[in-house]
């Protein structure tokens, strides 16, 4: 099924065009290609320092699991204080970080132990900046553009894991490992230097602003109830689950194809090549059809290319396969992504993107484990046909949670009248949980069609602060009906004001159809003797 392009869609360039884009995209490479050289750095060293396997897999460890730990803190950080700052904070905290490791290193002072808690330190900065990171990308370039600006980042990050192993290997050759640790170093100035020359619009906050508990909260509850990201989050988590064999197996694969490093660090370059080839077949493909169908096709050529690696035992062979993977892999990666931003409003947006990137992690930890494990026993070649089918049999999903083809106008709509608060009751903000009533008169004859309707609408409800719901009939008049919700403070009840978006106009311009005469609204507190 084709689809209307949207403006722009077909040009992978169009984002370079807003130059903080532009800059920070370029500086964005120089600090990958330094992180890449951080990560070979560090696995020499811990092998020149006599340190067992055991160590040398801890690095990886290291590495990933801040991902795990801190995703949800940190996107609900991204939401609720200024993300310039939040990435100046982050920037500034890995390269005290990178200082250190390289002082440490070139006085002679390393262990593997300390080279282990410097590693983390550095991916923990990483990781508490990335769901922020996400977000400001709606705030960079038009709703149009995130697609090709996502592709675009996506070429930067294989462009960089090309280069940055390379590089790290002349270089430490050359000038000895403290001297990769000073390259990283060096790079996040890049970084810093543009975020801290961007003038980010300030965001008008009417409503009290959140604790770092109740936003971690909220961005469950939000995800939980918004069946289009939930969606995304599902297809993503499943297609990682297979498709993790690829990564986890590919440097076994190569080592049995060429005894040494460069045969891997072809295919890995092929691998990169190939994501830049499929960034600009992906535009002129979103021109002509709908995300579903990329998607789906590129999850298909994946996971054929997952099961035909398993067949393949010369180089010759693999590279070029490699190259279609790559393509295939940024084709999948990059809607998604864009997909994830589209579908949450900016006041909830690093969350969501934490717990996308939770998934994400996750599925792929959790599979490499799982293919790995199947490779020991019925060896690799079976685990890679394996995955390989699995991976295409992800695309039956697309019959139960397809893929939206367009996203909603999240723009904040709050048309609600503030509460009125008489002035001798006196409400504290903490103070809950606040009970609001809206009685409806529905016009006769419309009755079915009003409750369906208000089912439809509860979700809204739910995902913007709710935690309880229900719609009553008045038995003494056929005509009433009285809805009920109840939100955990008072502080959360003026924050949901803001959530409504001009998606959610839709829903409610269609209960007017159905309703007599305006809606009568109550808010009521919960009030409690002090002696009890």
Not at 100 to 106: E, M, Q
Not at 285 to 291: H, K, L, V, Y
Request: proline share 4%; with cysteine.
């Amino acid at each position: 099924m084709s689809k209307v392009a949207a403006p722009g869609s077909s040009s992978l360039w169009r984002p370079l065009r807003v130059s903080t884009f532009r800059d920070l995209l370029l500086a964005d490479f120089a600090s990958d290609v330094g992180t890449f050289m951080q990560n070979v750095g560090a696995a020499w060293l811990m092998v020149s320092l006599g340190a067992g396997p055991i160590y040398v897999a801890l690095t990886h460890t290291a590495s990933s699991l801040p991902y795990f730990l801190l995703a949800l803190p940190a996107g609900s950080a991204g939401d609720i204080v200024d993300r310039r700052k939040l990435i100046l904070l982050t920037e500034s905290w890995m390269t005290g970080v990178a200082l250190l490791l390289v002082v440490v290193t070139i006085a002679g002072f390393m262990s593997p132990w300390l080279l282990l808690v410097l590693t983390f330190a550095l991916s923990a900065g990483d990781a508490f900046e990335t769901p922020t990171w996400g977000a400001i990308l709606p705030e960079l370039v038009p709703k149009e553009d995130l697609a090709p600006a996502s592709a675009l980042n996506g070429i930067e990050f294989n462009l960089a894991r090309a280069v940055g192993p390379a590089l790290a290997g002349v270089v430490i050759a050359a000038a000895g490992v403290a001297t990769a640790f000073v390259a990283n170093f060096v790079s996040f100035f890049g970084v810093i230097l543009v975020v801290a020359r961007w003038k980010r619009p300030l965001r008008k906050q009417t409503a009290p602003p959140e604790t770092l508990t109740g936003a971690t909260v909220a961005a469950v509850r939000y995800v939980r109830h918004s069946p289009a990201i939930l969606t995304v989050v599902l297809r993503t988590g499943m297609v990682m689950f297979f498709s993790s064999a690829l990564f986890a197996l590919l440097p076994t694969v190569a080592r049995s194809v060429n005894r040494t490093a460069i045969g891997y660090g072809l295919l890995l370059g092929c691998f990169g090549a190939g994501a830049i080839v499929g960034a600009l077949i992906m535009q002129r493909a979103r021109s002509r059809w709908s995300t579903e169908v990329i998607v789906s096709a590129g999850v298909v050529i994946l996971g054929l290319v997952i099961a035909a690696t398993a067949g393949l035992y010369r180089l010759s062979t693999l590279a070029p396969v490699m190259l279609v993977a790559g393509a295939a892999w940024v084709t999948f990666i990059s809607l998604v992504n864009a997909l994830v931003q589209n579908l949450a409003p900016d006041w909830v947006r690093a969350r969501v993107l934490a717990i996308f990137i939770l998934v994400y992690q996750g599925s792929f930890a959790l599979g490499s484990v799982a293919w790995g494990a199947l490779a020991q026993r019925a060896g690799i070649r079976a685990a890679l046909v394996c995955a390989g089918i699995g991976t295409i049999g992800t695309v039956v999903l697309a019959f139960f949670a397809r893929l939206p083809d367009s996203t909603a106008d999240l723009t904040p709509w709050n048309h609600w009248r503030m509460p009125v608060v008489v002035r001798d009751v006196g409400v504290d903000l903490d103070q809950g949980p606040v009970l609001v009533t809206i009685k409806y008169s529905v016009i006769r004859g419309r009755e079915a069609e009003f409750v369906d309707a208000m089912h439809h609408y509860a979700r809204i409800r739910r995902r913007d602060g709710a935690y309880r719901w229900g719609i009553f009939r008045d038995t003494e008049a056929e005509d009433r009906y009285l809805e009920i919700f109840l939100v955990n403070s008072w502080a959360e009840h003026l924050r949901q004001h803001e959530r409504q978006t001009e998606a959610d106009r839709k829903l409610e311009l269609r209960l007017v159809d159905y309703v007599a005469g305006e809606p009568e609204v109550h808010h009521l507190i919960y009030t409690y003797s002090k002696e009890t």
